[in-house]
C-alpha cells in the first residue's frame, strides 16, 4: 500500500466550479501535512499547510480528519490559473522528509 | 525569495558515464534534498543532507551518491548512468524539518541513451 495516496484525475471542471480532493496516508504516526501544486514542467510549491483544526487561504480550504487518516482540499470559484497537479505531502515524526503522494490533476475550462 | 538553482535544465548523457548535478541554495539552509520525479510514481526522495558532509539515504538511493562540501551545495552522482534513471531530477532545500520552507530548484530532466 503506498504511503500517501491520491486520486490520479484529471478532474475537469468548469470555471467557478467547486471541487475537492482527498487524499489518505497510510500510517498513523504521519505528523505534518501539505498541500503543493505543481505546474507542467514545473517544480512543487507549497500551497497552503494542513492543521488539525483546518484553515482556510481565500478560495481554498484544507482539511485534516486524522481519525480517518485522510486530508482534503476544497478549491471554491475555480479560476483557469488553478489547472495544475495538487501533491498531498505528509511527514513522519522523527523523520526528517517528505513523502509526497503522485498528485492530482485539475483542468479548469472556460 | 529562498533560490535554489539547478546546474541544468535539460541533459543527455550515454549508458556508463558518470554524470554530476549539481544544486546551489543561497539561503543558509541547513537541509538539501535530491528527489527524482517520474509518471505514476511521484516523487522519490534519493539522498538528503542536514550538515555539510553529512548525507542520509532516502527511499532509493541504489545508483547514486551525493557530496556536500560546502552547505550551499549539494550534488548528485549517477556513478554510471544506465538508462532507468532518465527521470526528473529535483533539488529542494529547507531550513526546518517541515514542509513548509521547503524550496524546490526547477528541475533537471536527464535522459540516458
Known amino acids: 500500500r503506498k504511503e500517501v495516496e491520491q486520486d490520479p484525475g484529471p478532474f475537469n471542471v468548469p470555471e467557478g466550479a467547486t471541487v475537492a480532493f482527498n487524499c489518505t496516508y497510510s500510517?498513523?504516526?504521519?505528523?505534518?501535512f501539505f498541500w503543493y501544486r505543481q505546474d507542467c514542467r514545473k517544480e512543487p510549491k507549497l500551497l497552503m499547510s494542513?492543521?488539525?483544526s483546518g484553515n482556510e487561504d481565500g478560495r481554498f480550504t484544507a482539511q485534516l480528519n486524522r481519525a480517518s487518516q485522510y486530508i482534503s482540499l476544497l478549491i471554491r470559484d475555480s479560476k483557469l490559473s488553478d489547472s495544475a497537479t495538487y501533491l498531498c505531502?505528509?511527514?513522519?515524526?522523527?523523520?526528517?522528509?517528505?513523502?509526497f503522494g503522485t498528485g492530482t490533476r485539475l483542468l479548469v475550462s472556460p | 525569495d529562498v533560490k535554489v538553482t539547478q546546474s541544468s535544465r535539460y541533459l543527455v548523457k550515454r549508458t556508463g558515464e558518470k554524470v554530476f548535478l549539481e544544486c546551489v541554495q543561497d539561503?543558509?539552509?541547513?537541509?538539501m534534498f535530491w528527489y527524482r520525479q517520474d509518471p505514476g510514481l511521484g516523487l522519490r526522495l534519493i539522498y538528503f543532507?542536514?550538515?555539510?558532509?553529512?548525507?542520509e539515504k532516502g527511499d532509493i538511493p541504489e545508483g547514486y551518491s551525493v557530496s556536500r562540501e560546502k552547505k550551499e551545495r549539494f550534488s548528485l552522482i549517477l556513478e554510471s548512468a544506465s538508462t532507468n534513471q532518465t527521470s526528473m531530477y529535483l533539488c529542494?532545500?529547507?531550513?526546518?524539518?517541515?514542509?513548509?520552507?521547503?524550496?524546490f530548484g526547477s528541475g533537471t530532466r536527464l535522459t540516458v541513451v
Open positions: 529542494a532545500s529547507s531550513a526546518t524539518w517541515t514542509g513548509e520552507s521547503y524550496t
Open positions: 500510517n498513523s504516526a504521519s505528523q505534518s
Open positions: 494542513v492543521y488539525s
Open positions: 505531502v505528509v511527514t513522519l515524526t522523527g523523520f526528517q522528509k517528505l513523502v
Open positions: 539561503m543558509d539552509h541547513e537541509n
Open positions: 543532507s542536514y550538515d555539510v558532509k553529512m548525507k
